[in-house]
Nanobody
Framework: QLQLVESGGGLVHPGGSLRLGCVGSGITLDHFHIGWFRQTPGKERQGGSCISSSGDYTDYTDSVQTRFTISREFGKNTVYLQMDSLQPEDTGVYYC??????????????????????WGQGTQVTVSS
């Protein structure tokens, strides 16, 4: 059974940066597409960024397209989300999620939370002055 653990959240000033990490255990993440999502109270998970199992394909929601970068480090079974130029509206709990590459093919990753089957516990990101 795949388990995901997020890390790297915290408090940052507007304009600052954070790097979130998502470590997989139980099964290698090489077999999975990985997504990152933000959730705020009363709202659905949103703001998806994703990376394919091979790392060759990435996709971002418009609001983070020029500020966030998703990457994977195969040797450490880890996927990162580098977040730059953070703004207060980026505040929320960030979750990483995984779906088997066989579900969508090897060269694509879905950007909707509902398409993912495994979820971590989340890490809080607060952007405030």
């Amino acid at each position: 059974q795949l388990q995901l653990v997020e890390s790297g959240g915290g408090l940052v000033h507007p304009g600052g940066s954070l790097r979130l990490g998502c470590v997989g255990s139980g099964i290698t993440l090489d077999h999975f597409h990985i997504g990152w999502f933000r959730q705020t109270p009363g709202k659905e998970r949103q703001g998806g960024s994703c990376i394919s199992s091979s790392g060759d394909y990435t996709d971002y929601t418009d609001s983070v397209q020029t500020r966030f970068t998703i990457s994977r480090e195969f040797g450490k079974n880890t996927v990162y989300l580098q977040m730059d130029s953070l703004q207060p509206e980026d505040t929320g709990v960030y979750y990483c999620a995984a779906v088997r590459r066989s579900t969508y093919g090897n060269t694509y990753c879905p950007r909707r939370g509902q398409d993912y089957h495994y979820w971590g516990q989340g890490t809080q990101v607060t952007v405030s002055s």
